[in-house]
């Protein structure tokens, strides 16, 4: 009886014993799959444009071991760009998306590795020193000390259909990218804003004739930009006027506009049509987390790339409204580096 009971005892030991193995090895499978799931990062670099691959560079340099994360368009906007003739060091020009698959070779050469994913929640850390919570693809997660933003911005277009499939076949959303194409020839600008008014003097010193279409009847434009629009002999101005149809095979030919008021509408035979209604940056993931403009582009302090979150630095388009050139963005992304690093060199 004794030795019965014993015996159960010892069974009852031998099982409890098996199940606290069990759970130890899935609590240990568990922990080894949430370790393989996140992941710590020096520099994080979001966005795969001229300014994150120039900041890859500079990081992977610097010994920063950067991880560049590139988003739904690797590449950037200048993967939509035919050729690229102005940015230095290219006498013959360079095609947009080769441009860019240079920019990264050369960024993995000095050991960036660059990831195809796409970043959907931030958590920063106000906190000099703490890592920011980053998560990737809504499955992954990784802890980064310092994060460069490169996520750029991206121009607004009309969204007619017949716009959308001429985009690179005449129609553009960059004047100064794309304008000497149509050297000697008539274009159209759509936009009554700055950007329209500087693209519109811009392109009439390259073009024959500049049609501007605005849609209200009056422009946006500060005051400075009209009257610099306004004493352009070769821009003529069509106020309450919008595009219905861009008329082309595979390159533009014409517009059709309409006029709002009388619902006239006129055919314009053209061979470029700029787009120049505005950007929006891509800034959404940080909304509320990180000091931005009314237009949602980041704030820089200074000359700087830093924002008000420590280590968190901002570097082409997504913080630049103004210049927004593959070389501009390329620098800010080379002082974003450097700003990262010596932020780390402090703590
Ligand atoms: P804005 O938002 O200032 O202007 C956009 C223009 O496009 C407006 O005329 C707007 O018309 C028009 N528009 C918008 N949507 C449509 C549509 N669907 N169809 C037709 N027209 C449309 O954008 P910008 O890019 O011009 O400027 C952005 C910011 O950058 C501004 O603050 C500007 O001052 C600044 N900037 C400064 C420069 C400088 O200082 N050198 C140079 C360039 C920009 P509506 O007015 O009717 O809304």
């Given at each position: 009886m004794i030795l019965t009971k014993s015996l159960n005892k010892l069974i009852n030991r031998f099982k409890i014993n098996d199940e606290i193995s069990l759970i130890k090895t899935i609590f240990f499978r568990f922990a080894l799959y949430i370790y393989l799931l996140m992941e710590n990062v020096k520099c994080l670099i979001i966005g795969s444009g001229p300014a994150g691959y120039t900041a890859a560079i500079y990081a992977a340099r610097a010994d920063l071991n950067p991880v560049v994360y590139t988003g739904m368009e690797p590449g950037g906007q200048l993967t939509t760009t035919t050729d690229v003739d102005n940015f230095p060091g290219y006498p013959n020009g360079i095609e947009g998306p080769i441009m860019m698959q240079e920019l990264q070779k050369q960024a993995e050469r000095f050991g960036t590795d660059v990831r195809i994913g796409h970043v959907t929640r931030v958590e920063l850390n106000s906190e000099k020193g703490k890592m920011h919570t980053v998560t990737i693809d809504e499955n992954k997660t990784l802890y980064a000390k310092t994060i460069i933003i490169s996520t750029g911005a991206s121009a607004k277009y009309l969204g007619l259909p017949s716009e959308q499939r001429l985009i690179g076949g005449g129609v553009s959303a960059c004047a100064v990218c794309d304008?000497?194409?149509?050297?000697n020839q008539e274009v159209a600008i759509v936009g009554g804003g700055d950007t329209a008014a500087e693209e519109a003097t811009y392109l009439a010193n390259i073009c024959s004739k500049v049609t501007m279409i605005i849609r209200r009847n009056e422009m946006r434009a500060s005051k400075a930009m009209q009257h610099r629009v306004n004493k352009t002999n070769n821009i003529e101005i069509l106020y309450e006027s919008e595009i219905c149809k861009v008329l082309g095979d595979n390159v533009v030919e014409a517009i059709e506009v309409v006029n709002n008021k009388t619902e006239v509408k006129t055919k314009i035979p053209i061979s470029g049509l700029f787009i120049a209604i505005g950007h929006q940056p891509n800034t959404e993931i940080f909304r509320g987390q990180i000091e931005m403009d009314d237009l949602g582009y980041i704030i820089t302090k200074g000359k700087s790339t830093k924002t008000n979150i420590p280590g968190v630095f901002a570097s082409g388009d997504v913080q630049d409204k103004e210049y927004r050139q593959a070389v501009t963005a390329a620098g800010t992304g080379c002082m974003a580096a450097l700003d990262a690093e010596r932020y780390i060199g402090t703590l």
């Open positions: 304008g000497f194409f149509y050297k």
